[in-house]
């Protein structure tokens, strides 16, 4: 009879090799746990680097383009860059300023103590010691020329061309009423209206904000004679700010002619003025009239009647980071948008 035995040293050895080629296994989903996730954070670093330097020195073009930092090469894109990054380290490539497009390309580089690169952890052992990580952000600087304007009125080229230096002078801009004493010779009738059948409101979709577009300048005028309702909470929103003393800022839209009469009335926009606010009488109601001593003051002062409606405000040259505009329109009332493309 043949005797079964285990011969267990023809097993020796097998236990090793397996764990061998588990632990290249191992170590390969934990180069890809650490080292990738570690090149993914890094590379959120490197791009919000270069964001905040293309953004930077965008906004010193906007307001002067004869600004030192407002160049090729500028020496605020290092500065952005690096605090921006948890071990203020960030190599920044390039800045190139275009200033005839009003755009400015930064690229940035990971960068840690021992180079410009990432440094590897787990990749090393197969020979990955570092990686490059890179990052592009363009950002652009012009007039406003498309985005949600938060109330839904444009006013005459002609009421404020009165003030295009936008040095800040006082003004009533007329949407409704005969003028301080005689017929306004901005308003096309003799009752005061903007238009025949319109009051200078915009149409809009149900809600106060309306989307506007210098590309597509024609834009239907409301008929009604009083605000929309729904814009009670904006204008409330304005009034809170004012009492609390704070500045509020609006971009408002400014056409150049008109066409039609009634609801087939429309008007032509060709640019976005910025006005800093001091009141506003565009009805008997609060907050659709909210007229502080100033602004009443100023008022009373010219001659205007209580008939006239409009906004007391100054024009001002303006640079906003406004996600709610798009950059590309005319600066011709001394607004400026900037904004990231990429």
Same mark, same amino acid.
């Given at each position: ?247 509020? %800022? =609006? !971009?408002?839209?400014? &056409? $150049?002619?008109?066409?039609? /009469?009634?609801? +087939? ?53 303006? %640079? =906003? !980071?406004?996600?709610? &505009? $798009?950059?590309?329109?005319? /600066?011709?009332? +001394? ?8």
């Amino acid at each position: 009879m043949r005797r079964l035995t285990n011969n267990t040293d023809k097993e020796r050895g097998a236990t090793a090799v397996m764990v061998a080629l588990m632990m290249v296994m191992l170590l390969s989903f934990g180069a890809i746990a650490v080292d990738v996730g570690g090149m993914y954070a890094e590379k959120a670093v490197t791009q919000n680097g270069a964001d905040a330097a293309a953004l930077a020195v965008a906004q010193k073009c906007a307001k002067n383009a004869a600004d030192p930092l407002c160049n090729t090469g500028s020496t605020l894109s290092g500065t952005l860059a690096n605090a921006n990054a948890k071990d203020n380290l960030t190599n920044v490539a390039s800045t190139v300023v275009d200033k005839t497009a009003g755009k400015v390309t930064v690229n940035t580089n990971a960068q840690d103590s021992t180079g410009v690169h990432f440094s590897t952890f787990f990749a090393r052992i197969f020979g990955t010691d570092t990686t490059t990580i890179s990052a592009e952000a363009v950002a652009v600087w012009g007039g406003a020329k498309a985005g949600v304007i938060s109330l839904p009125i444009a006013f005459s080229s002609c009421e404020v061309d009165s003030s295009v230096a936008a040095d800040g002078t006082t003004q009533f801009l007329l949407s409704h009423g005969s003028g301080a004493g005689k017929k306004d010779t901005c308003h096309d009738t003799a009752s005061g209206l903007e238009i025949p059948g319109g009051f200078g409101w915009l149409v809009t979709s149900g809600s106060c904000g309306v989307k506007v577009d210098l590309s597509s300048p024609w834009v239907d005028s409301n008929t009604g004679n009083n605000p929309e309702s729904n814009c009670s909470s904006i204008l409330q929103q304005w009034k809170d700010q004012l009492v609390a003393g704070k500045k509020v %800022v =609006a !971009l408002l839209p400014v &056409f $150049d002619k008109t066409s039609g /009469t009634g609801a +087939g009335a429309k008007f032509h926009l060709k640019a976005f003025a910025a006005i800093d606010l001091m009141g506003w009488d565009l009805a008997n109601q609060d907050p659709f009239h909210y007229m502080p001593t100033a602004a009443q003051s100023f008022k009373d002062a010219g001659g205007w009647k209580s008939s006239d409606l409009g906004i007391v405000g100054k024009f001002i040259r303006y %640079v =906003a !980071l406004d996600e709610a &505009f $798009d950059a590309g329109g005319p /600066t011709t009332y +001394g607004n400026t948008i900037v904004e990231l493309t990429k």
